[in-house]
T-cell receptor, first 114, second 113 residues
Framework: SAVISQKPSRDICQRGTSLTIQCQVD?????MFWYRQQPGQSLTLIAT?????????ESGFVIDKFPISRPNLTFSTLTVSNMSPEDSSIYLC???????????FGPGTRLTVL | GNSVTQMEGPVTLSEEAFLTINCTYT??????LFWYVQYPGEGLQLLLK???ADDKGSNKGFEATYRKETTSFHLEKGSVQVSDSAVYFC????????????WGAGTKLIIKP
């Protein structure tokens, strides 16, 4: 299984600012995913990030608010732009790996927006 | 459409009790099924998986059997410990996609000593 790290692990930000979250994988992977998990809730997929192409966003999420970069097969970033308190969540990076469509997750970034 | 339904939590049990967390699904085709666990303050970990009907996934004393006739994948453990306290998510692989998963709402498990 892949080992995934995320930075920062947590942050407290002021409304109107932006935060970039980094996701690093210890092996090359094709599929990377970004999720949001609001307190006490399940996971909501923000976008799928494939290397060398534009990210694919789910309904309700737009590139201007959540720009994603995927410069190579081991790294991706998610930016949360022009933040508001409603953006306070855990943001999770995951990768698709293995032969049965499983995903492996990073430890998450806990974001609080004041 | 494709969906996963889990029993609502929180589920509160005493240590050494028997655990069942129900999970049912609707899906086209033959998805793979997964249980993930999220311990407090951590990301998700894959707990177990099953890829076809009648497969049994198992790990750390937990088991789940892929039941196509009842479209279920219930999680069981014979004797829970305080350290099993976590949120458990059932998921299925999205048909026709690469690695995308469809998630249940999650079930919070609280084990009291």
């Amino acid at each position: 299984s892949a080992v995934i790290s995320q930075k920062p692990s947590r942050d407290i930000c002021q409304r109107g600012t932006s935060l970039t979250i980094q996701c690093q994988v210890d092996s090359q992977v094709t599929m990377m995913f970004w999720y949001r998990q609001q307190p006490g809730q399940s996971l909501t997929l923000i976008a799928t990030a494939n290397q060398g192409s534009e990210a694919t966003y789910e309904s309700g999420f737009v590139i201007d608010k959540f720009p994603i970069s995927r410069p190579n097969l081991t790294f991706s970033t998610l930016t949360v732009s022009n933040m508001s308190p409603e953006d306070s969540s855990i943001y999770l990076c995951s990768v698709g790996s293995g032969g049965v469509n499983e995903q492996f997750f990073g430890p998450g970034t806990r974001l609080t927006v004041l | 459409g494709n969906s996963v339904t889990q029993m609502e939590g929180p589920v509160t049990l005493s240590e050494e009790a028997f655990l069942t967390i129900n999970c049912t699904y609707t899906a086209t085709g033959y998805p793979s099924l997964f249980w993930y666990v999220q311990y407090p303050g951590e990301g998700l970990q894959l707990l177990l998986k099953a890829t076809k009907a009648d497969d049994k996934g198992s790990n750390k004393g937990f088991e789940a059997t892929y039941r196509k006739e009842t479209t279920s994948f219930h999680l069981e453990k014979g004797s829970v410990q305080v350290s099993d306290s976590a949120v458990y998510f059932c998921a299925l692989s999205k048909p026709g996609s690469n690695y995308q998963l469809i998630w249940g709402a999650g079930t919070k498990l609280i084990i009291k000593p």
